[in-house]
């Protein structure tokens, strides 16, 4: 491993950037390596935080044949490592009437025949930095299931890797998204609890209480803020709050 002393906290280690060897401190994250070594991103980069898929990156380690991939803000570098952005990558996405469409599988095969090509390579799900289950879903979703592709693929931040990576050409994360906002809109159980909070929101049941906390100090908020009925640390998913909690 080359490395070089800074004299200060970390070492400098080499990584490649588009083919250019750069020394970079070897704490850093592969987006904030890039930065170091003068770069600018305009695009390619968003959330920071490793949810919004728009700092995809390829690499390869030193003597290794392998392609690895991973989230420029969440990866760290590693040395001799080369790497190259892939912000965006070009796959269709066909678009359809919500209001009208039926949640089937129908609706799939019409809109992306190209799902009965899938050949189960399984390299779209070996490139996935989120680690879904990409083959699965695209299983799934053959088999016209958009409940088990909508979980199956409910990690998927649509960074666009797996397109790349498909010799079917399929764009698996818009035929995934799909799936979720069907499924999400039309087929998954409506959350009656919430429907009722909604309604005891919209009666005023809370209207009292907001006007009271809007009287109080900072202290007194403080106060109620960390006296408040709190989940136990340990409990089940029987646990409910008190209907009527107050302040
Ligand atoms: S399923 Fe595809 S688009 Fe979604 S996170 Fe994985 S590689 Fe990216
Ligand atoms: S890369 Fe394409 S062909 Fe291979 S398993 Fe994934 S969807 Fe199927
Ligand atoms: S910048 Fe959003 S996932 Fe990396």
New binding site residues.
């Given amino acids: 491993m080359t490395t070089v002393k800074t004299g200060i906290a970390a070492e400098l280690i080499p990584i490649y950037i588009m083919g250019k060897r750069y020394l970079v401190p070897e704490a850093l994250t592969i987006m904030k390596a890039i930065e170091y070594a003068g770069y600018q991103f305009i695009r390619g980069c968003g959330c920071r935080g490793g949810v919004c ?1 728009a700092c ?1 990156t390829v690499f390869r380690r030193e003597g290794d044949y392998k392609i690895y991939s991973g989230l420029a803000c969440q990866t760290v570098v590693e040395p001799n490592m080369h790497l190259a952005q892939i912000p965006f990558y070009p796959a269709l996405r066909r678009p359809y009437d919500y209001a009208a469409a039926v949640a089937d599988g129908a609706i799939v095969a019409q809109l992306y025949p190209e799902v009965f090509r899938c050949v189960a390579c399984n390299a ?1 799900t070996k ?4 680690d ?1 289950q ?1 083959m699965d879903y695209i299983g799934a979703l053959k088999r016209g299931d958009l409940a088990l592709a909508a979980s199956i ?1 409910f ?9 790349s990576r498909c010799m079917a050409e399929i764009p ?2 818009h035929v ?1 998204q799909l799936a979720r906002r069907l499924y999400g809109g039309k087929l998954a159980p409506r959350a009656e609890h919430l429907a009722a909070m909604v309604g005891r929101i919209s009666s005023g049941a809370y209207r009292a209480l907001l006007g009271e906390l809007k009287t109080m100090s900072a202290k007194q908020l403080r106060e109620v803020y960390t006296g408040r009925q709190m989940e136990p640390a340990m409990t089940d998913e029987s646990w409910r709050p008190d209907e009527n909690v107050g302040l």
């Fill in positions: 898929g995809s779209c490139i996935c930095p989120m879904v990409v693929s990690d998927c931040i649509q960074c666009g890797l797996c397109a698996q994360y995934a």
